[in-house]
């Protein structure tokens, strides 16, 4: 999705395929069973989340290490903010899960699909008029809610939260782009509760995560693994409270994700 071909007129109404354009960029997930593109070419990912049914603060870290890797801007949908109590800013607890600067902290957008309609269309409009976007998000999030606000005739089919499971139901089967009345395209892709990175490569990790390994500067060996090395440079900027430990752990499991995987392909 989101290829950009070259045709070769053959027929009145008829064209062959005469190449496909190097792309841009790709954003994909994978896992050790299989291989989910979502889209080429894209200038913007959107993530929605909501306080109901519960965010997954993985899935928020994932899409934002793999929008990183792929240099393409994140912007998160805070919907649902009418279930907030006014003190509320889920935002702000999103925003606490990246480690980035105020600078670089991806833009965030808080909307309330069921009683401001016509202002969260009116607000992602300016965000989207004009680009490729892919929509992205957990099941239950609005997701196809906010596909038929922006795109009045796709027809996308929405659902309610599942009571016993406290989750959304699956609406989206396939992936649609479509084109947005003002200019500009939304891609819209089923929701998902996983978001698999083991295609990532030791030095793009490495490269997502330099914010952190800054630190290394310090390690005692030029070969810290960062894991319980002495004189870790990391870890000192831990324990100096500099870093939270919990970011030491998600890069360590992303890197043994993506080694398990070369692994699995080595071995056939």
């Known amino acids: 999705m989101g290829d950009r071909i070259l045709l070769d007129p053959s027929a009145p109404g008829q064209a062959w395929v005469a190449g496909i354009q190097p792309r841009r960029n790709l954003l994909f997930r994978s896992d050790e069973q299989r291989t989910k593109l979502f889209a080429a070419n894209l200038d913007l990912v959107v993530l929605v989340v909501a ?24 912007l998160l949908v805070i919907n649902k903010a009418d279930l907030l109590n006014p003190d509320e800013r889920l935002d ?7 480690p980035v ?25 300016e965000q989207l008029n004009g680009k490729v976007s892919l929509i992205l998000g957990q099941s239950g999030m609005g997701k196809s809610t906010l596909v038929n606000l922006l795109v009045p005739d796709a027809g996308a089919q929405t659902g309610e939260i599942s009571e016993a499971l406290n989750s959304g139901r699956h609406t989206t089967t396939h992936t649609r782009m479509h084109m947005l009345p003002a200019g500009g395209a939304l891609v819209d ?7 698999g990175l083991s295609h990532l490569k030791a ?5 997502v995560f330099d914010w952190m390994l800054r630190e290394r500067s310090n390690c005692r060996f030029y ?7 002495p004189g870790c440079g990391i870890i000192a900027a831990e324990l100096a409270g500099r870093l939270d430990p919990a970011w030491r752990s998600f890069y ?3 890197h043994e994700e993506t080694r398990q995987a070369r692994k699995r392909d080595l071995l056939g």
Not at 51 to 73: G, H, Q
Not at 101 to 125: F, M, N, Y
Not at 223 to 229: F, G, I, R, S, T
């Open 51 to 74: 306080p109901s049914p519960p965010l997954s603060p993985e899935l928020v870290l994932r899409t934002w290490v793999a929008c990183r890797a792929a240099d393409i801007p994140l």
């Open 92 to 98: 702000l607890q999103v925003l606490h899960l990246l």
């Open 101 to 125: 600067d105020p600078a670089d902290a991806p833009q965030t957008l808080s909307i309330s699909l069921l009683e401001r309609p016509e202002q969260a269309a009116s607000d992602l409009g």
């Open 189 to 195: 892709s089923p929701g998902f509760q996983a978001f």
């Open 203 to 207: 030095d793009t990790l490495d490269g």
């Open 223 to 229: 070969n810290c693994k960062h894991v319980n090395e």
């Open 252 to 254: 360590l499991s992303l």
